[in-house]
């Protein structure tokens, strides 16, 4: 049986128009991956699609808050549900564990990047992408909260040589051409970096003027995470040896 979608109802600029994404599994041991944030429709929408079974287990792709905070709600309705994340807990997820779930098993797979302890989930041929990529926007790497760009890279590459036939993420619609998605994003990604080096051209500039130059009629609630993700570069690109940060009078400055 297809993973069942039922959104999280924490919709905002963040999380797009339905808000997270969260799928059940059905079957033996009925497995929700990822548990929102524990609104009371998004609960009563797991029980029905339950009808009349208890919540076995709860997998979490990162501990990110749209994507964990609704544990204690889910833990008070159904006593007893497992939770499992990567690296956390009494009983931490492995990488490449195999998981019994639904009427079958999940492959976890450690995918950091956007969180130190960001974990995909593969079903059969499908995998679960929490916060890997999404259709219709980029992920942020938050810099400065666990956040690294080459490690992110390296995680969009190993989920491509899975082949996967579809990917199921944490916000946004089932994608159906995961290879033409993850080279897209690995394409921004360059781009990114070149308009960066483009930036510094003129000499060093300070993040904010960067995100200015960079990222044009940009709203103001994004502004923050577009830092996150300019600094993300600039780490990639030092570690490279293509840019060098100073501090002059406490603020940090990048340049070519």
Not at 24 to 36: R, Y
Not at 74 to 103: L, N, T
Not at 154 to 163: C, E, N, P
Not at 191 to 202: E, H, K, P, Y
């Amino acid at each position: 049986m297809d993973p069942i979608l039922l959104p999280a109802g924490n919709p905002s600029i963040w999380t797009g128009r339905t808000g997270n994404n969260t799928y059940l599994l059905p079957g033996k041991i009925p497995t929700l991956i990822d548990a929102g944030v524990g609104a009371p429709t998004h609960l009563d929408a797991i029980e029905r699609a339950l009808d009349g079974r208890s919540l076995a287990l709860v997998l979490i792709t990162h501990g990110h808050t749209d994507h964990m905070s609704g544990v204690p709600m889910i833990a008070a309705r159904w006593p007893g549900v497992r939770i499992r994340q990567f690296g956390v807990g009494q009983d931490p997820i492995a990488p490449d564990e195999s998981i019994a779930a639904g009427d079958g098993a999940v492959v976890a797979i450690h995918t950091p990047g956007h969180s130190l302890d960001h974990c995909c989930f593969r079903l059969g041929s499908d995998v679960f992408c929490g916060d890997l990529l999404r259709i219709g926007g980029t992920v942020v790497i938050p810099a400065t909260r666990g956040g690294d760009l080459a490690e992110y890279l390296r995680s969009l590459q190993r989920i491509r040589d899975l082949r996967p036939r579809r990917l199921l993420p944490g916000h946004g619609p089932i994608v159906d051409n995961p290879t033409a998605l993850i080279d897209e994003y690995i394409r921004h990604r360059a781009d990114r970096d070149s308009q960066i080096l483009a930036a510094l051209n003129d000499g060093p500039r300070t993040i904010p003027e960067i995100v200015t130059i960079v990222y044009d009629s940009l709203v103001e609630e994004l502004k923050s995470a577009a830092a996150e993700s300019v600094t993300a570069h600039l780490i990639k690109l030092e570690r490279e040896g293509r840019v060098h940060g100073t501090r002059e009078g406490g603020v940090p400055r990048w340049s070519r």
